[in-house]
């Protein structure tokens, strides 16, 4: 994919690897990962998944984790051993000092001088309070760095691809989500190529799997939801952007124009499947994307992070400065472009994958080596592998969560007041509106749901006493991670966030933390931890 889109540019040598590592990843079958994000968490690494009723022998779960591989007799990857070298500083933890100005560089850039990044021997990376906050002080809004909606909650919500604010209209919305459940199943229809909710009136009658709960709706109903012909009361209180449309394909929408042009210039232009791509780029893409919404959709927010790099890259290029050729140079230039995502580096991926229940802690060690010999031996890990280096920055990802106006229109009908000086009273709003929400069913208020990779937030430790949370307030409508203190911080106290529930007992805590890597000491841990 990424290698046709720049083959009519000379390439050196190192960035064609970059480039041909993302090749591989994207024809080559995957592994069937599993993909669970929490809302506000960073996700836990995957683990292997398979049964769980006997503790397996390492090897065993080993070659299950890595989908099953373990008897293939595939060749190792001649790239990995041309570019060993290189790979190991593209995956190599950026050195302290670099680091520092990194993140000193992004907090002064994006104005939250609240808030400094600092470095422990103990934890690593955290993040520090610059000044005091009191309870409920909003202490970061973090921007999203790389990030993706999940593929089926596309058929739920309507959002712009770049900053994840609802488009449209409730109408819009509402219609599209109805359409989407009478056309038929969710995966169906995020593969669909030819059906789209512009064409409702023309296919819709002709699928024939129609939902119990919108089969009560006639089609045309909902085409006037959709093309804004009909109109639900009250819905001019919670008028959302207009759509625009991509440049180049139907897939992408967006809030605005400086979003859609953001999205083309950082990720898009590399990934979009319209007219202004050429036929056979077109068409892998679209073998890749539909691949992705079969197996795992991190994969989309992978090549997010790719055409992130390759984007900068190319742009860094055009700077007087780096207008040297040598492969030298080139790289240097790659690993700067790659910087922002080098940053969320934590672990290999045979490091980070979650212990199998069925492991042994005992034979841990065991387990992750046979892991790691997988991966350096068989070439789906070889894919694998070439995929560590956007894992690095999906393991720190979190899930990115953007409540629903349809919700909040909802609870407006419900709560009107049923006054004369309205136009239309509360009891016919209810009527007028009632059989949309029996329609849309109990998950009427589905949020946009994704992954995406938050640069600061990810730098927050956990504590099962935090002083701070991830919470969207009212006004928070994209799909930045909002960081809002639990309590008083004091200025130079470390602000840290739940990974977990923290409601349970210390045991259930620790078990959930294993998953993450690490076992918690923090003040509440040590209190209730049993001797
Ligand atoms: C989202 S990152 C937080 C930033 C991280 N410290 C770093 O250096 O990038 C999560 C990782 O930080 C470490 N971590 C976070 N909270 C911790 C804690 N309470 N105790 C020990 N390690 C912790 C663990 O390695 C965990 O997998």
């Given at each position: 994919m990424a290698v046709s889109v720049f083959n009519t540019r000379r390439r050196t040598s190192l960035v064609s690897a970059f480039i041909a590592r993302t090749r591989m990843f994207i024809s080559t079958p995957l592994p069937q990962v599993r993909d669970k994000v929490s809302r506000t968490k960073p996700p836990k690494p995957h683990g292997g998944g398979g049964e769980r009723r006997r503790k397996k022998q390492p090897q065993e779960a080993a070659a299950r984790a890595g989908g099953g591989m373990g008897g293939s007799s595939a060749s190792p990857c001649?790239?990995?051993?041309?570019?060993?070298?290189?790979?190991?500083?593209?995956?190599?933890t950026p050195p302290l000092q670099p680091a520092q100005e990194y993140y000193n560089g992004l907090i002064q850039s994006r104005k939250h001088d609240g808030i400094r990044v600092n470095f422990s021997s103990k934890h690593g990376k955290g993040v520090c309070a610059n000044k005091e906050f009191a309870e409920g002080d909003l202490i970061l809004k973090d921007q999203i760095l790389v990030g993706a909606q999940h593929s089926l909650n596309k058929i739920d919500c309507a959002v712009c691809s770049y900053c994840f604010r609802f488009i449209g209209s409730i109408e819009f919305q509402i219609g599209r989500r109805l359409y989407w459940q009478s056309v038929g199943s969710s995966s169906d229809c995020t593969n669909r190529r030819h059906c789209h909710e512009s064409d409702v009136g023309s296919s819709a009658s002709s699928s024939g799997a129609t939902k119990e709960n919108s089969s009560t709706l006639p089609e045309e109903v909902l085409g006037s939801l959709i093309t804004g012909d009909m109109s639900l009361p009250f819905t001019d209180h919670f008028s959302l952007p207009q759509v625009v449309p991509c440049r180049?394909?139907?897939?992408?929408?967006?809030?605005?124009?400086?979003?859609?042009?953001?999205?083309?210039?950082?990720?898009?232009?590399?990934?979009?499947?319209?007219?202004?791509?050429?036929?056979?780029?077109?068409?892998?893409?679209?073998?890749?994307?539909?691949?992705?919404?079969?197996?795992?959709?991190?994969?989309?927010?992978?090549?997010?992070?790719?055409?992130?790099?390759?984007?900068?890259?190319?742009?860094?290029?055009?700077?007087?400065?780096?207008?040297?050729?040598?492969?030298?140079?080139?790289?240097?230039?790659?690993?700067?472009?790659?910087?922002?995502?080098?940053?969320?580096?934590?672990?290999?991926?045979?490091?980070?994958?979650?212990?199998?229940?069925?492991?042994?802690?005992?034979?841990?060690?065991?387990?992750?080596?046979?892991?790691?010999?997988?991966?350096?031996?068989?070439?789906?890990?070889?894919?694998?592998?070439?995929?560590?280096?956007?894992?690095?920055?999906?393991?720190?990802?979190?899930?990115?969560?953007?409540?629903?106006?349809?919700?909040?229109?909802?609870?407006?009908?419900?709560?009107?007041p049923d006054d004369e000086k309205c136009n239309i009273s509360q009891e016919e709003a209810e009527k007028v509106t009632r059989p949309f929400l029996d329609a849309l069913g109990e998950d009427y208020a589905a949020p946009c749901e994704g992954t995406a990779f938050f640069p600061l937030q990810s730098c927050m430790n956990h504590s099962c006493c935090p002083n701070a949370k991830a919470y969207k307030r009212d006004e928070d409508t994209d799909g930045n991670a909002v960081i809002i203190a639990l309590e008083p911080i004091k200025k130079d106290d470390e602000i840290t966030i739940s990974y977990i529930d923290e409601d349970v007992s210390y045991e259930e805590r620790q078990a959930e933390l294993a998953d993450y890597g690490f076992i918690c000491t923090c003040p509440r841990c040590q209190e209730e931890k049993p001797n």
């Open positions: 001649d790239l990995d051993r041309e570019f060993a070298p290189q790979i190991a500083q593209l995956l190599a180049g394909c139907e897939e992408e929408r967006y809030c605005s124009q400086s979003c859609a042009d953001s999205d083309w210039e950082t990720y898009h232009s590399l990934l979009c499947t319209g007219s202004k791509t050429e036929p056979s780029q077109r068409s892998a893409l679209q073998k890749f994307i539909e691949h992705a919404n079969g197996s795992n959709d991190i994969f989309l927010v992978a090549a997010k992070a790719i055409t992130f790099t390759l984007l900068r890259y190319k742009k860094l290029k055009t700077q007087p400065e780096f207008q040297n050729n040598t492969d030298e140079s080139n790289f240097s230039l790659l690993m700067e472009a790659w910087k922002p995502l080098s940053m969320g580096y934590k672990k290999r991926w045979w490091d980070s994958v979650a212990l199998p229940e069925d492991v042994d802690s005992c034979d841990e060690d065991t387990f992750r080596q046979q892991i790691r010999d997988l991966a350096l031996t068989i070439i789906i890990f070889c894919v694998s592998q070439s995929l560590q280096l956007l894992k690095d920055a999906i393991f720190d990802s979190d899930g990115l969560v953007v409540a629903s106006p349809v919700e909040d229109y909802f609870i407006h009908i419900d709560d009107l």
